[in-house]
């Protein structure tokens, strides 16, 4: 199946299948790419002129997508049109934890997947390579495999295993310049021309040696295992700032400190409020559940401990909001600056954020919100998913919901307030006026940075108490 491809059809229009497909249609001018979705509403968003109302919002995003839309990269809801007119169909559905049945709030819901294999072998009308693309347990192509060979197909299907390694917020800038691509395929011939054709359409602008090809399996299980040692290194370094607020130390200085180290190296060690977004509790939580399926509990538990320190430091952040304001924040005005689970992204997914409002709202505070980036449906929506998910009952999570309010300007959310929480590190933040914002507030007047980006000797030259992660 070495096949010149011409078409790409991508199944999921979200962060991941909307900036991989542009990014390909932009390099690749001769391939006409079309992202597919059943939500009508995402793909009008796509196709919408007015290029801010794009549903994901990423750092050079929008002229891409502005320069090749309606050229080689198409949005659209035909599903099955997009199927027969390729010959290679990525798919990048979402694949939440589950939250029901066998390996409830552990194992990934590969529903969406599922069904993505059973439209794609029902509409086949020609040989096809399927890409997984989307996060997935280890022998999840194995599954897709059965599914497209049970269709009674009678054409031949190829399954490839290419995770993604974007972080939002870079997307563009990690597609375009990826420390490696991996491609994962079978040891057959078929297989490794397949491998082949998905290995040309990125060597149209990565290095061939950045490159790797490998077993699907090890593909597929590499993806779970380099989000697991990144998110390692933040519950580590987030440990370590426990610890640090207890002698003394400063996590940020042992942070750079440790990093001087080559081996250790100085990425990915900022403390924070906890790490967030769709991808690093899903994809442990899913090693956790492969390991105790097959039998080596002593494994899962050492990955797991991330989990639940990563639980620890977001609960910690509350609980000093808390103690801070004499115990109890019933009433008081709290400013939240930021939303999303980092910054320069509009996804909220895990957000630490959520986390904190949710206890903060338990204690009857009010919560006042400003993110750049993202809409207050969309902070109603988390706050009420969480609340539901820790047992309120309708109307009590109404009530409780009733006690955020979401402001598109910054300054008037910190209006009058007790106490800022800085939730996401969005550059603007240090650029405020924060003499001003201290006249405006209650005395006294805190500061939790909960991502240690402000300058803590200005703010408490200002007047402010200023609480920072890791002392
Ligand atoms: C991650 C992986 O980095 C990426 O390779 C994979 O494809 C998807 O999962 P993403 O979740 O988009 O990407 O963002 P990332 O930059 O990894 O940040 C994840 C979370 O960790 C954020 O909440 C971020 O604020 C936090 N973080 C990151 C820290 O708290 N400290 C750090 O030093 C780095
Ligand atoms: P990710 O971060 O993995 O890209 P998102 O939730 O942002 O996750 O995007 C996944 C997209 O996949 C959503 O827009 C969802 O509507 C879409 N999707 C899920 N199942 C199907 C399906 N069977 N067919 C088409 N699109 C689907």
Not at 264 to 279: A, N, R, T, W, Y
Not at 286 to 309: H, S, T
Not at 358 to 381: F, G, N, W
């Amino acid at each position: 199946m070495n096949k010149k491809i011409s078409n790409i059809c991508c199944i999921g229009a979200g962060y991941v299948g909307g900036p991989t497909m542009a990014v390909i249609a932009h390099k690749c001018r001769n391939i006409n790419v079309t992202v597919v979705d059943i939500n009508e509403q995402r793909i009008r968003e796509w196709n919408s002129e007015n290029l801010e109302n794009l549903p994901v919002y990423e750092p050079g995003l929008n002229e891409i997508v502005q320069d090749r839309r309606g050229k080689n990269l198409f949005f659209s809801t035909d599903i099955a049109e997009a199927i027969h007119k390729s010959e290679m169909i990525f798919i990048s559905v979402n694949t939440p934890t589950k939250t029901y049945g066998i390996g409830k709030g552990m194992a990934a819901d590969l529903k969406f997947v599922e069904l993505c294999a059973r439209t794609i072998g029902d509409e086949a009308n020609g040989d096809k390579i399927v890409v997984e693309k989307s996060t997935l347990p280890v022998r999840t192509a194995e599954s897709i495999r059965t599914i497209l060979k049970s269709a009674g197909s009678k054409y031949e299907f190829e399954i490839l295993s290419n995770p993604e390694f974007l972080a939002e917020g870079t997307a563009v800038a990690d597609l375009y310049n990826p420390d490696r691509v991996l491609i994962g395929g079978d040891n057959t011939d078929a297989g490794k021309q397949a491998v082949d054709s998905l290995v040309n359409i990125y060597a149209t602008w990565v290095p061939r040696e950045r490159i790797i090809t490998t077993n699907v399996w090890s593909s597929e299980l590499s993806k779970l295992t380099a989000n697991a040692f990144l998110a390692q290194r933040i519950s580590s370094i987030n440990a370590v700032s426990a610890l640090c607020e207890k002698t003394g130390a400063n996590v940020d200085e042992v942070a750079s400190a440790i990093g001087a180290d080559s081996r250790i190296g100085k990425k990915f060690l900022k403390s924070s409020v906890g790490f967030g977004g769709s991808c690093f509790q899903k994809d442990i939580l899913n090693m956790v559940y492969l390991c105790r399926y097959f039998g080596i509990p002593e494994v899962a538990d050492y990955w797991e401990q991330i989990i639940k320190l990563n639980d620890y430091q977001k609960s910690r952040f509350s609980r000093q909001i808390i103690n801070s304001l004499f115990n109890t924040v019933s009433g008081k005005k709290i400013s939240f600056l930021g939303w999303a689970f980092k910054k320069d992204t509009n996804d909220t997914r895990e957000s630490p954020a959520i986390y904190v409002a949710c206890d903060l709202l338990t204690d009857r505070a009010e919560i006042h919100i400003y993110d750049p980036k993202v809409r207050a449906e969309q902070i109603s929506k988390d706050v009420k998913y969480l609340l539901e998910q820790r047992g309120f009952g309708k109307t009590e999570t109404d009530e409780l919901a009733a006690l955020l309010h979401v402001y598109t300007e910054p300054y008037p959310a910190m209006d009058k307030a007790h106490a800022v929480a800085v939730l996401t590190e969005w550059d603007e933040f240090c650029t405020y006026d924060w003499k001003k914002i201290y006249e405006n507030m209650k005395k006294p007047a805190f500061v939790f940075d909960g991502r240690n980006i402000l300058d803590r000797d200005y703010l408490e030259k200002t007047g402010f108490n200023v609480k920072c992660v890791g002392g």
